[in-house]
């Protein structure tokens, strides 16, 4: 299988890394899982790890495709739920975590590809820390196969925005979000906490209100190390992308106070910005002093922007800056409220 090339690639000999469980849960995921998971079995780890998928009540050939993969890994333990117990993925994904073998569980979805053979690897290099406990990765959206519209071009500004924001609080030491799609945590932080009993009647929120429950400046870590990106597939279209962010930000009013106050100053300041500049230049009061100051900020946040985007290797997209930061001033002030403080009756 061939891999793209791959710069600053994690130490291939590592030799005091923990062992490690990679857990994805998979319902319907035949086609993904054929796709993607010689990729994760592929990796390349001086220590052990093992797969686990869990089929979660699929009615497609999820099982059989396991089962053959299965016949030539001996790392790869499958577990089957046959009857869905409760909506979303919580219930499989603590049945994974329970029978893994390792304490540090590193998580991804069926339809995610690994940048390189050194995913784990590289994530794992920050677990050697004693204080760390979660470790956020980064998982850009694929564009294999797709021309570039607007709507894609769109949506990979706003997953790098998200990442970059995630990524600014972990620096800071204010880390209050991790994606499933390629997190790491230690299965000691998850059961001191009782898993998911804490947020177990909401149906999302298996990634991002754990980690808001229990990271801290201390125990979590940020990992940029282009080997371990983990791509995913954009949605096919607006109603799509729509829905996804409805179940991801419908989680929002659980988080932490302190997190839900400034994540929602981030989002206001930004609306405003553009909210009363726009109608002071409407207006045409105070028109050459509303120039200033948007041409000051962007001034500010274009090169900040396009360097954190090249550490993404996004560069590309912080070139149109300046309209994907207005388009993102319009979400957060038209659909992002309701989501946010809609009711959480999202089914997966």
């Given at each position: 299988m061939a891999w793209p090339p791959v710069k600053n690639e994690p130490d291939k000999n590592a030799q005091k890394l923990p062992g490690v469980s990679i857990i994805i849960c998979a319902r319907n995921e035949a086609k993904n899982l054929r796709n993607n998971l010689p990729k994760i079995i592929q990796q390349q780890y001086p220590t052990d790890f093992?797969?686990?998928?869990?089929?979660?009540?699929?009615?497609?050939?999820?099982?059989?495709?396991?089962?053959?993969?299965?016949?030539?890994?001996?790392?790869?333990?499958?577990?089957?739920?046959?009857?869905k117990k409760r909506p979303g993925k919580k219930?499989?994904?603590?049945?994974?975590?329970?029978?893994?073998?390792?304490?540090?569980?590193?998580?991804?979805?069926?339809?995610?590809?690994p940048a390189?053979?050194?995913?784990?690897?590289?994530?794992?290099?920050?677990?050697?820390?004693p204080a760390t406990e979660i470790i956020v990765g980064y998982a850009p959206l694929k564009v294999a196969g797709r021309g570039q519209s607007n709507l894609l071009f769109f949506l990979q500004y706003e997953a790098a925005y998200t990442a970059l924001q995630c990524g600014a609080f972990i620096v800071a030491g204010i880390p209050y979000m991790g994606v499933g799609r390629n997190l790491a945590w230690n299965k000691t932080i998850f059961e001191k906490n009782k898993g998911?009993?804490?947020?177990?009647?909401?149906?999302?929120?298996?990634?991002?209100?754990?980690?808001?429950?229990?990271?801290?400046?201390?125990?979590?870590?940020?990992?940029?190390?282009?080997?371990?990106?983990?791509?995913?597939?954009?949605?096919a279209d607006w109603q799509a992308w729509l829905r996804q962010k409805r179940r991801h930000l419908s989680v929002g009013n659980l988080y932490r106070p302190v997190h839900r106050i400034l994540l929602g100053g981030t989002a206001l300041t930004h609306t405003l910005h553009y909210g009363l500049g726009a109608i002071l230049l409407i207006w045409g009061h105070y028109f050459f002093l509303t120039l200033i100051c948007y041409f000051l900020r962007m001034i500010v946040v274009w090169?900040?922007?396009?360097?954190?985007?090249?550490?993404?290797?996004?560069?590309?997209?912080?070139?149109?800056?300046?309209?994907?930061?207005?388009?993102?001033?319009?979400?957060?002030?038209t659909f992002a409220p309701f989501f946010i403080w809609g009711k959480n009756n999202i089914r997966w």
């Open positions: 093992e797969i686990i998928v869990v089929d979660d009540a699929s009615s497609d050939e999820t099982i059989q495709v396991l089962e053959v993969l299965k016949q030539t890994c001996t790392t790869l333990k499958v577990l089957q739920i046959k009857e219930y499989a994904l603590e049945q994974g975590i329970r029978s893994a073998r390792y304490d540090w569980l590193l998580l991804t979805d069926a339809d995610c590809s390189s053979p050194f995913w784990v690897n590289g994530m794992m290099q920050h677990s050697t820390n998911f009993s804490a947020h177990e009647h909401v149906v999302s929120g298996d990634d991002d209100l754990f980690v808001n429950s229990v990271a801290n400046r201390e125990n979590t870590q940020l990992c940029l190390l282009p080997g371990t990106f983990m791509a995913s597939p954009a949605p090169p900040i922007s396009l360097r954190v985007f090249a550490r993404l290797k996004e560069e590309r997209l912080a070139l149109l800056l300046p309209f994907w930061d207005g388009l993102l001033a319009v979400w957060y002030g």
